[in-house]
């Protein structure tokens, strides 16, 4: 499913050997857990609400592509932030790419 936070905050994280690490807070209007529905593939974070949330769910693929024909403006608002959170994505790997050709090179 997809979630559209209505009201509230949620945190959006990951867990990596036990420890935690922050993605993002989100708020009402923004959305999380699209990718599920596109991708059918496991989530690869977690979400937690962090203050009283009301959720719209969205269930399927073919209930979100219905609601994004009859919602444009918010097709388009999910495109853009999709683009963002993959370029962030891609700055993170190439960040954590960088670090691991450092410390190859450190202990050559």
Not at 37 to 46: D, E, N, W
Not at 59 to 74: A, D, G, H, M, R
Request: hydrophobic share 45%; charged share 20%.
């Amino acid at each position: 499913s997809m979630y559209i936070i209505l009201q509230g905050n949620v945190e959006i994280y990951f867990t990596v050997n036990n420890s935690q690490t922050r993605l993002a807070i989100m708020k009402p209007g923004d959305f999380f857990g699209e990718m599920a529905l596109f991708s059918s593939k496991p989530r690869s974070a977690t979400a937690r609400t962090i203050t009283s949330a009301e959720l719209a769910i969205i269930e399927s693929k073919q209930q979100l592509e219905n609601f994004l024909v009859k919602n444009p403006k918010f097709a388009a608002k999910m495109v853009s932030i999709m683009a963002d959170r993959l370029a962030r994505t891609n700055e993170l790997l190439i960040s954590s790419m960088e670090k691991s050709v450092a410390k190859k090179i450190e202990y050559s």
